[in-house]
């Protein structure tokens, strides 16, 4: 493969996503930010330099496996230090699978603010595309409030919590129009948005097709809230891998929301995901164990779970959230879905899992029970990184716990994750050659790297 090079610059500016000016985050002066392109087997180098003034940065390129270089997942607090102002940090990762892959931002709301773009990987040199066609087109859709991301983070932490509500607007390609529907009935102004000339920031993209040719349509979906619903046939493609046929390990999770100290909270197991001051790949890969709580969850509280009548109203532990996996074993994850804090409501949650590709083995309405088992479906399954569980449902998912290092698992909902929606998967950590040092210097593994400076 080649070697890819890019030099981006993350910023705020001004921008008019809708018709309405706000404030986005900008990659090189671009929203949204560049498009990558790449083949199967290339190496992509990301310079990223932070020109935000007062926050730190991370890009997570959503679906790459990060095989051998979990560093460079680009989670704040798991897989690296934030990038503070005006530092920069090399993202350096192979893609080693074909297909449409999207990146965004990885710290507190990053991605409601409009740090996020698109990926593409194409079939590797000299091999062919399954299908046949004559053109293409790359659709990246998102969300996009007036609010802007800072506010939308206080709402939610606040007391009681402030919910950030709908969108005001859907971007294709990053462009939309506010109020359109609306507009168009009571507006005959020549300033509403909805009157286009063709070249404003917002005015929709083109696809520009020719009669009887085939085109392909990339659709990547890097909303923070909104589910948008595209339907189709999920059954996996011919050749592709299936699953071991059993698994060595189940962990149940189940997905419930609670108040602490009045605060709204999404709760796993129990436990609401609290990112800690040092980046777990480099706390665990180094032993600092002071960097996080690593007590598991008693038996007897895995049992209680389980019997738990599922209303969310049970006490917080103090987990943190973090699984130690066993190298290449095969995990179950059971998502139970529950009652969310107000009664008869129960939310659906897309989970992303990262540096792994998952089999979709089954779902179902209500509670799971060991009955379920016969039902999945070992033969075909989709395999997938982001499976929905659906409200009052569950979802059962398989993936081989091959690849070392430390991925977060949480709902794709950023507000969701934002209010302690996820857990941490780490595994084989002992095995990773050296982390970079820019991605410790931080927390305690920062500390440690003073430490072996001055000795
Ligand atoms: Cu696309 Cu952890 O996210
Ligand atoms: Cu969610």
């Given at each position: 493969?080649?070697a890819?090079?890019?030099?981006?610059?993350?910023?705020?500016?001004?921008?008019?996503?809708?018709?309405?000016?706000?404030?986005?985050?900008?990659?090189?002066?671009?929203?949204?930010?560049?498009?990558?392109?790449a083949?199967?087997?290339?190496t992509?180098?990301?310079?990223?330099?932070?020109?935000?003034?007062t926050?730190?940065?991370?890009?997570?390129?959503h679906?790459?496996r990060?095989?051998?270089?979990?560093?460079?997942?680009?989670?704040?607090?798991?897989?690296?230090?934030?990038?503070?102002?005006?530092?920069?940090?090399?993202?350096?990762?192979?893609?080693?699978?074909?297909?449409t892959y999207?990146?965004?931002?990885?710290?507190?709301?990053q991605?409601s603010?409009?740090?996020?773009?698109?990926?593409?990987?194409?079939?590797?040199?000299g091999?062919?595309?399954?299908?046949?066609?004559?053109g293409?087109?790359?659709?990246?859709?998102?969300?996009?409030?007036?609010?802007?991301?800072?506010e939308?983070?206080v709402?939610?932490?606040?007391?009681?919590?402030?919910?950030?509500g709908?969108?005001q607007?859907?971007?294709?390609?990053?462009?939309g129009?506010?109020?359109?529907?609306?507009a168009?009935h009571v507006?005959?102004?020549?300033a509403?948005?909805?009157?286009l000339?063709?070249?404003?920031?917002y005015?929709?993209?083109?696809?520009?097709?020719?009669?009887?040719?085939?085109?392909?349509l990339?659709?990547?979906?890097?909303t923070?809230?909104?589910?948008l619903?595209?339907?189709i046939?999920i059954?996996?493609?011919k050749?592709s891998p299936?699953?071991?046929?059993?698994?060595?390990?189940?962990i149940?999770?189940?997905?419930?929301?609670?108040?602490?100290?009045g605060?709204t909270?999404?709760?796993?197991?129990?436990?609401?995901l609290?990112?800690?001051?040092?980046p777990?790949?480099?706390?665990i890969?180094?032993?600092?164990?002071?960097?996080?709580n690593?007590?598991?969850?008693s038996?007897?509280?895995?049992?209680?779970?389980?019997?738990?009548?599922?209303?969310?109203?049970?006490?917080?532990?103090?987990?943190?959230?973090?699984?130690?996996?066993?190298?290449?074993?095969t995990?179950?994850?059971?998502l139970?879905n529950?009652?969310a804090l107000?009664?008869?409501?129960?939310e659906?949650?897309?989970?992303?899992?990262?540096?792994?590709?998952?089999?979709?083995?089954?779902?179902?309405e209500?509670?799971?029970t060991?009955?379920?088992e016969a039902?999945?479906n070992?033969?075909?399954p989709?395999?997938?990184?982001?499976?929905?569980?659906?409200?009052?449902?569950?979802t059962?998912l398989?993936?081989?716990?091959?690849?070392?290092?430390?991925?977060?698992?949480?709902?794709?909902?950023?507000?969701?994750?934002?209010?302690?929606?996820?857990?941490v998967?780490?595994?084989?950590?002992?095995?990773?050659g050296?982390?970079p040092?820019?991605?410790?210097?931080?927390?305690?593994?920062?500390?440690?790297?003073m430490?072996?400076?001055?000795?």
């Amino acid at each position: 493969g080649k070697a890819r090079h890019f030099k981006w610059e993350v910023e705020y500016m001004h921008w008019s996503p809708d018709g309405e000016e706000g404030v986005v985050m900008g990659i090189n002066g671009q929203f949204p930010g560049p498009t990558i392109r790449a083949r199967a087997g290339d190496t992509i180098h990301v310079e990223l330099t932070n020109r935000l003034h007062t926050e730190g940065v991370v890009i997570h390129w959503h679906g790459i496996r990060q095989i051998g270089t979990p560093w460079a997942d680009g989670t704040a607090s798991i897989s690296q230090c934030a990038i503070n102002p005006g530092e920069t940090f090399l993202y350096r990762f192979k893609v080693d699978k074909a297909g449409t892959y999207f990146y965004h931002g990885h710290y507190g709301m990053q991605r409601s603010a409009g740090l996020y773009g698109s990926l593409i990987v194409d079939v590797a040199e000299g091999e062919k595309e399954i299908f046949q066609y004559d053109g293409e087109f790359n659709i990246l859709l998102s969300d996009w409030w007036h609010k802007g991301s800072h506010e939308q983070e206080v709402d939610l932490s606040s007391n009681p919590m402030r919910w950030i509500g709908e969108p005001q607007t859907l971007l294709i390609n990053g462009r939309g129009q506010f109020n359109c529907s609306l507009a168009a009935h009571v507006s005959n102004s020549s300033a509403s948005p909805c009157k286009l000339r063709g070249n404003e920031q917002y005015a929709p993209h083109i696809l520009r097709v020719h009669p009887n040719k085939t085109y392909r349509l990339r659709i990547a979906s890097t909303t923070a809230l909104a589910s948008l619903n595209l339907a189709i046939g999920i059954l996996a493609l011919k050749g592709s891998p299936t699953p071991p046929p059993t698994h060595h390990r189940r962990i149940f999770l189940l997905n419930t929301q609670n108040f602490i100290d009045g605060h709204t909270k999404w709760a796993i197991n129990n436990a609401s995901l609290v990112l800690p001051a040092t980046p777990h790949l480099g706390s665990i890969k180094y032993g600092l164990n002071a960097a996080f709580n690593r007590k598991k969850p008693s038996r007897s509280v895995q049992a209680r779970l389980r019997r738990d009548e599922a209303r969310g109203k049970s006490e917080l532990h103090d987990g943190s959230g973090v699984y130690m996996l066993r190298f290449n074993t095969t995990v179950d994850v059971i998502l139970q879905n529950a009652n969310a804090l107000r009664a008869n409501v129960s939310e659906i949650h897309p989970w992303h899992l990262h540096g792994h590709d998952f089999w979709v083995l089954g779902y179902g309405e209500g509670k799971f029970t060991e009955k379920e088992e016969a039902k999945f479906n070992l033969k075909n399954p989709p395999l997938r990184n982001t499976a929905v569980i659906f409200p009052f449902g569950w979802t059962a998912l398989r993936f081989v716990a091959d690849n070392p290092g430390v991925w977060a698992f949480h709902c794709h909902i950023e507000p969701h994750l934002h209010m302690g929606m996820g857990v941490v998967f780490a595994e084989g950590v002992r095995r990773l050659g050296r982390i970079p040092n820019e991605a410790l210097g931080c927390g305690l593994t920062g500390k440690m790297l003073m430490n072996n400076l001055h000795n």
